[in-house]
């Protein structure tokens, strides 16, 4: 189930393994509904009482079904209401209920689904909460369309976990491979290995070579002011990929370099009509 976000849940099993749960988890995505289930299951393999062997939860035991259920005494799901929007009482009534200890498990688990939804107030309400503090026996997830919706001082107290959509205007998934294979620790020979079986296999019905190449510097370009983003600090940002340690090998100038260069190719594949193929291998060849 989910395959597409293999990693994120990946991520949030080690969390629960090696019990390092964030106080706060901000799940960022467009499709809301998908989000709640991962944070039921993670819910699941925090409380689960029959684990599986691989640390994953039963779903048979009392706690699983209960938390399925949302029937779990310390789940909290909080959801906007009929003006669609999460107002100060949501919270203040969270509040209230916060002030008990966990009834049967190690922690209270408040989800806020669609979150973004929370006005200023509501925000504010909850900044408070988190602020006061509450030891380390409550953790909230909040579910968004969009993390930057959310105060800033409220982003900066969590653990941003995003979950991209693999279609129209997102990086897709074929080409987040794409990008950690040219841009990890690969030589020369491997990274034209690698885009030749890419260029092989960019047949698609709706699109086009060349609109497939568009689209895959359209990624690179999105990828690139990620990796800007990660390289100036912004550390609460988990990005999609198994292992982080080939950013080292990149410094902001570079990345920055690249950016412009990359944005560059694009251009001229529009404007001067430049072979797509020659285009890729250009930015490869910029690459280190």
């Known amino acids: ?83 669609n929007e999460i107002s100060i009482e949501y919270i203040r009534e969270l509040k209230e209920k916060l002030n008990f200890k966990p009834f049967i498990s190690e922690f209270k688990i408040v989800i806020i689904k669609s979150a973004q939804l929370m006005n200023d107030f509501s925000q504010n309400a909850l900044l408070k909460i988190l602020e006061e503090g509450a030891g380390n026996q409550i953790i909230f997830i909040l579910l968004v369309d969009n993390f930057r919706k959310l105060k800033e001082t409220i982003i900066s107290r969590g653990i941003i976990l995003k979950f991209p959509s693999f279609e129209n205007n997102f990086i897709s998934k074929e080409n987040f491979v794409f990008l950690e294979k040219i841009f990890g620790n690969y030589d020369l020979v491997a990274k034209f290995l690698f885009l030749n079986s890419f260029l092989e296999n960019i047949k698609e019905k709706k699109l086009g070579k060349k609109e497939k190449i568009i ?49 560059d190719l694009k251009n001229n594949i529009f404007i001067k009509n430049i072979n797509e193929r020659l285009a890729i291998e250009n930015l490869i060849l910029n690459l280190k």
């Open 215 to 263: 689209k895959l510097f359209d990624d690179i370009i999105c990828f690139l002011r990620i990796i800007l983003l990660y390289k100036i600090g912004i550390r609460n940002i988990i990005l999609p990929f198994e292992d982080y340690r080939f950013l080292e090998k990149y410094d902001f100038l570079e990345i920055k370099r690249i950016l412009e260069f990359a944005i």
């Open 1 to 83: 189930m989910f395959e597409e976000y293999n990693f994120q849940r990946d991520f949030l099993n080690k969390l629960t393994f090696k019990k390092e749960i964030p106080r706060v988890l901000i799940f960022s995505g467009r499709d809301l509904d998908k989000l709640e289930k991962i944070a039921i299951e993670f819910v699941k393999n925090i409380n689960c009482q029959e684990k599986t062997n691989n640390g994953k939860s039963c779903q048979k035991c009392y706690f699983c079904e209960a938390i399925e259920k949302k029937q779990f005494p310390d789940l909290i799901f909080i959801s906007p209401g009929d003006k």
